[in-house]
């Protein structure tokens, strides 16, 4: 069968298809004529690294990005270098996938704490940390803002702004910054700093903005063109600023978890042309 042209650049992330082992989304990518995998940690881990690498480069895949490190607001001592440590094992697992970038979810505020400015010194001071560990291993650290509702439990950089702010303390090849649309669609700065990002943009994701939120607000992504979300004009954003890595769709949805996984991909082949590809 000859490769969609249009699908050149298309990724699935592990995500959106959760019911699928690795092996079985490699299968469906390879299926679907998807050439890229954004893989997680903990499906991996239950094959091994090795495993993993090795489905992935038989099926002739790319690995857009590993999720996730980061997670290193923590307080306390013991959980400062626990933090530390997985993180180092996450930068040794991208290495050995050929990831394309590992992406950092901070982490919010530790358990009792309102202090938001020291949680953010501690994601820099961290970072200063694990960046030299992965310029060593040749992987690329990807910051990732999170909406401001994550702020709290998930993420103490909310704007792609104040990723940035971390991200060009480092040169661009070592920290770069990851671009979701649930995250960032709704910040007016959005496009300046799009633009400002420039080299900085190490992953780009995509999915939609539900409204009403679910109760667990963790699983308001849609599919594309089932929210708000004017997916044409973030993308030539990101391609005006130099991005031409893979565009990842990655859905948390309980709707589309409970969907054949099989169906989920035809679907999000169909969007992704109809609502991301189309101006």
Same mark, same amino acid.
């Given at each position: 069968?000859?490769?969609?042209?249009?699908?050149?650049?298309?990724?699935?992330?592990?995500?959106?298809?959760?019911? +699928?082992?690795?092996?079985?989304?490699?299968?469906?990518?390879?299926?679907?004529?998807?050439?890229?995998?954004?893989? +997680?940690?903990?499906?991996?881990?239950?094959? =091994?690294?090795?495993?993993?690498?090795?489905?992935?480069?038989?099926?002739?895949?790319?690995?857009?990005?590993?999720?996730?490190?980061?997670?290193?607001?923590?307080?306390?001592?013991?959980?400062?270098?626990?933090?530390?440590? $997985?993180?180092?094992?996450?930068?040794?697992?991208?290495?050995?996938?050929?990831?394309?970038?590992?992406?950092?979810?901070?982490?919010?505020?530790?358990?009792?704490?309102?202090?938001?400015? =020291?949680?953010?010194?501690?994601?820099?001071?961290?970072?200063?940390?694990?960046?030299?560990?992965?310029?060593?291993?040749?992987?690329?650290?990807?910051?990732?803002?999170?909406?401001?509702?994550?702020?709290?439990?998930?993420?103490?950089?909310?704007?792609?702004?104040?990723?940035?702010?971390?991200?060009?303390?480092?040169?661009?090849?070592?920290?770069?910054?990851?671009?979701?649309?649930?995250?960032? +669609? +709704?910040?007016?700065?959005?496009?300046?700093?799009?633009?400002?990002?420039?080299?900085?943009?190490?992953?780009?994701?995509?999915?939609?903005?539900?409204?009403?939120?679910?109760?667990?607000?963790?699983?308001?992504?849609?599919?594309?063109?089932?929210?708000?979300?004017?997916?044409?004009?973030?993308?030539?954003?990101?391609?005006?600023?130099?991005?031409?890595?893979?565009?990842?769709?990655?859905?948390?949805?309980?709707?589309?978890?409970?969907?054949?996984?099989?169906?989920?991909?035809?679907?999000?082949?169909?969007?992704?042309?109809?609502?991301?590809?189309? $101006?």
């Amino acid at each position: 069968m000859t490769p969609d042209a249009r699908l050149a650049r298309l990724s699935l992330n592990q995500r959106t298809t959760q019911r +699928w082992s690795v092996a079985e989304a490699v299968d469906g990518c390879v299926r679907a004529g998807i050439p890229a995998i954004g893989l +997680w940690r903990e499906p991996v881990a239950e094959i =091994g690294v090795p495993a993993a690498a090795r489905l992935v480069a038989n099926a002739g895949l790319r690995v857009s990005s590993l999720c996730r490190g980061g997670f290193l607001t923590a307080a306390d001592d013991a959980g400062r270098v626990e933090a530390l440590a $997985d993180n180092r094992r996450a930068i040794d697992e991208a290495a050995a996938l050929d990831a394309a970038c590992l992406v950092l979810v901070v982490g919010g505020l530790p358990p009792g704490s309102r202090d938001l400015a =020291g949680a953010r010194q501690r994601v820099a001071d961290a970072l200063a940390e694990l960046a030299p560990y992965a310029r060593e291993r040749g992987v690329r650290l990807a910051l990732e803002p999170l909406h401001p509702m994550y702020c709290a439990d998930r993420a103490v950089l909310s704007t792609l702004g104040q990723a940035l702010d971390l991200a060009e303390t480092f040169p661009a090849e070592q920290v770069g910054v990851v671009v979701d649309t649930f995250h960032v +669609w +709704w910040d007016p700065d959005v496009w300046r700093q799009i633009a400002r990002a420039g080299a900085r943009i190490a992953s780009f994701q995509v999915c939609d903005f539900l409204t009403p939120l679910p109760a667990d607000v963790l699983l308001g992504r849609g599919m594309m063109g089932d929210g708000h979300i004017d997916f044409p004009p973030l993308r030539h954003a990101v391609e005006a600023a130099g991005y031409t890595g893979d565009i990842e769709v990655e859905i948390f949805n309980a709707e589309v978890w409970a969907t054949d996984p099989d169906r989920v991909l035809a679907t999000m082949i169909a969007r992704y042309v109809e609502r991301v590809l189309t $101006d």
